[in-house]
Nanobody, 121 residues
Framework: QVQLVESGGGLVQPGGSLRLSCAASGTIFSINAMGWYRQGPGKEREFFAAITSGGSTNYVDSAKGRFTISRDNAKDTVYLQMNSLKPEDTAVYYC???????????????WGQGTQVTVSS
């Protein structure tokens, strides 16, 4: 079994910063891409940012310039540094990872439970 556990969400004022973390645990042979999705109030879950095991990153346009995704492969952890937060960034942020549990096993897509980020004065 594999689990993704997120942390770091909360309430922050506009212009503030938060750092989200997501740690993978369990039976892990390798982790391919890791990323973040978000779901705003009344909206569908949408892709936000991703990073490969080699460090290549991809962002949705609204994340570029304010948010930075990074990962620590030794800790099986992905981070999302969020700066200059705006009220429209309010959402539940979900961690996602593509994980292989054994050397010759298949890749599976795993999700965290989500962490709430609220940007409000």
């Amino acid at each position: 079994q594999v689990q993704l556990v997120e942390s770091g969400g909360g309430l922050v004022q506009p212009g503030g910063s938060l750092r989200l973390s997501c740690a993978a645990s369990g039976t892990i042979f390798s982790i391919n891409a890791m990323g973040w999705y978000r779901q705003g109030p009344g909206k569908e879950r949408e892709f936000f940012a991703a990073i490969t095991s080699g460090g290549s990153t991809n962002y949705v346009d609204s994340a570029k310039g304010r948010f930075t995704i990074s990962r620590d492969n030794a800790k099986d952890t992905v981070y999302l540094q969020m700066n200059s937060l705006k009220p429209e960034d309010t959402a539940v942020y979900y961690c996602n990872a593509i994980i292989q549990s054994t050397m010759y096993g298949p890749l599976y897509n795993y999700w965290g439970q989500g962490t709430q980020v609220t940007v409000s004065s």
